[in-house]
């Protein structure tokens, strides 16, 4: 194992550290919780609070500042992070008008966010959640019951972001939030695995040739795997299925995401988007905004996803909507 680390054991202490310190503008650790929160929490707005096992910078972490997330809570390497830390990032970010909480599809971190709702009930405060499930590819896997959630969460953090960062009251952030949700799909695949530093070894292994169709983000099994194509070919095979679960008419707007799982080089995902957009063009799908690089990467894995979010003029007007964040900006 070839890895830019000290001891595997603080590898998360120590990534939190060097986040903090290179983004002292944007965001602060708790002391004693692997919590990251923003530096100019507001008292005039709904917070949002996502978060799950590192592994995945920039998510979570890298989306925390205006117009986004108000917290990250992160959790030790493809694990979810414990319901005491979830509490501290919501008590720490509460301002009076309660708090959503965005969850991807993964039962670890269902079952801990939702305790932590339940504690954070118990004192009084306002909390709303949402569980994010985009990934078409496979309906239960090895950490889920139904669909996972992947880089489509980028998109939600967001667009609830912007809405809280209007006003919005905790009920409408939600219902923005779950309209995304319903209207966002993903699909992924791995040239290569990723190696979890405790372990010291590959989650899985391709033979040269091989490519794995349908991955998660944790080297979960996907669909299947089969003899590498042409990037148009992989491509192809993605959109098909992500089209085919959700209906995107003709003139319809659509935002696209495609995401580095980190060893991609960007000529590549450069690649893999000229595909995407001749084949909505090909539908009669408008392309609106595209956001290519790396969103929600899975340690040192070779491969891509492709997100495809469906728009109506509301959801459109808050992924405008400014945003600063360290991974994520949008500037009006």
Not at 116 to 139: L, P, Q, R, T, Y
Not at 155 to 173: D, N, P, S, T, W
Not at 228 to 234: K, N, S, V
Request: proline share 3%; glycine share 10%.
């Amino acid at each position: 194992m070839k890895k830019v680390i000290n001891n595997p054991e603080n590898v998360l202490s120590e990534m939190l550290i060097g986040i903090e310190k290179a983004h002292p503008e944007y965001l602060k650790k708790l002391e004693n919780a692997n919590v990251l929160v923003r530096t100019d929490l507001s008292k005039e707005k709904v917070a949002i609070v996502s978060g799950g096992g590192s592994g995945h910078e920039p998510a979570h972490a890298g989306y925390v500042g205006k117009g986004m997330l108000d917290a990250a809570v992160v959790g030790q390497v493809f694990t979810s992070p414990t319901p005491d830390q979830v509490y501290e990032a919501i008590k720490a970010v509460d301002r009076g008008k309660g708090v959503l909480l965005v969850i991807k599809n993964y039962s670890g971190d269902i079952m801990n966010f939702e305790m932590a709702k339940d504690m954070a009930d118990m004192d009084g405060i306002k909390v709303e959640s949402v569980v994010v499930n985009d990934d078409v590819a496979v309906e239960d896997s090895t950490f889920t019951t139904g669909r996972r959630g992947i880089a489509g969460t980028v998109f939600v953090h967001k667009i609830a972001g912007a809405a809280a960062e209007r006003g919005m009251e905790l009920k409408e952030v939600k219902r923005i939030a779950e309209k995304v949700i319903s209207n966002v799909r993903s699909m992924g695949i791995a040239l290569g695995s990723c190696t979890v530093p405790a372990s010291g070894k590959p989650n899985f292994t391709l033979k040269e040739d091989e490519i794995e169709i349908g991955i998660g983000i944790h080297g979960e099994p996907g669909i299947r795997r089969e003899k590498i194509g042409t990037a148009d070919e992989m491509v192809s095979k993605l959109m098909k299925k992500i089209l085919d679960d959700i209906k995107i008419n003709e003139k319809d707007e659509v935002a696209v995401m495609v995401n580095g799982m980190c060893s991609t080089p960007l000529m590549e995902l450069y690649i893999v988007n000229k595909k995407v957009n001749e084949l909505l063009n090909s539908n009669g799908i408008k392309v609106y905004k595209t956001f290519v690089g790396e969103y929600m990467t899975s340690l040192e894995m070779a491969g891509f996803s492709i997100t495809i979010l469906k728009l109506d003029n509301e959801i459109k007007e808050l992924l405008d909507d400014f945003s600063d964040t360290p991974a994520f900006k949008i500037i009006k």
